[in-house]
């Protein structure tokens, strides 16, 4: 089982203090925060082709590099990156080839009820005041979704206004960046 393997790693881990060689400490070396999407294969590649090391940046990491809400989760923690450790830049990061791009939330609703989660469950998020279908709903194109939600960074209330928010496209194979909203 996996948690089984994590757990005897981590116990080496600890004894070998293997720890030693990354510690930093909670305020970012280059003063930003960097939302990014989930992906996988941005794990290491987009650390190393923007030159980051462990504790340079603090990174936020959401389906598709998408806020969808003004006052969620994601949005709290980039207020806190702001105000209290010492962000003084948002970069927004998407990527080509995203499981995002043209993504309904059709798809993944119908897994659901493959899963067991019945109409009355799925009606319920619709009556909470969210729309189940526009919340679970991708993007047209990688460059629109960074665009959208950079958007929604600079717009934000909470938030200086001369704060620079970056917008880039990633090449997954290659690290290659793209520059789609200069934040100066």
């Known amino acids: 089982m996996l948690l089984e393997d994590f757990v005897r790693f981590n116990e080496q881990f ?5 720890y030693k060689s990354i ?3 909670s305020f970012p ?10 992906d996988p294969r941005l794990e290491e590649l ?12 603090h990174m936020i990491k959401t389906a598709g590099a998408l806020l969808t809400d003004p006052y969620d989760s994601v949005m709290r923690s980039l207020l806190m990156a702001v105000y209290d450790l010492r962000a003084d830049e948002i970069f927004v990061i998407g990527h080509h080839d995203c499981q995002m791009t043209g993504y309904q939330s059709k798809e993944i609703i ?11 469950r799925l009606d319920s998020i619709n009556n909470n005041e969210k ?5 679970l709903h991708g993007f047209e194109s990688v460059e629109d979704g960074v665009k959208t ?3 929604l960074i ?3 209330p909470l938030l200086p206004e001369d704060l620079p928010v970056h917008g880039l496209v990633m090449d997954p194979a290659t690290g290659k960046i793209d520059i789609v909203v200069f934040g100066y």
Do not use: F, S, Y
């Not at 070396?29 to 990014?36: D, S």
């Not at 650390?47 to 504790?55: E, I, M, R």
């Not at 119908?110 to 009355?120: A, I, L």
């Open 23 to 25: 510690e930093t400490d």
């Open 14 to 18: 600890v004894k070998e203090e293997k």
């Open 154 to 156: 600079q717009k934000h």
């Open 110 to 120: 119908e897994r659901m009820e493959v899963q067991g989660v019945d109409q009355h």
């Open 131 to 135: 729309d189940l279908h526009q919340w």
């Open 46 to 57: 987009l650390p190393q082709a923007l030159d980051l090391k462990n504790g340079d940046v």
């Open 149 to 151: 939600t950079v958007e």
């Open 29 to 38: 070396n280059k003063n930003a925060v960097i939302l990014t999407c989930m």
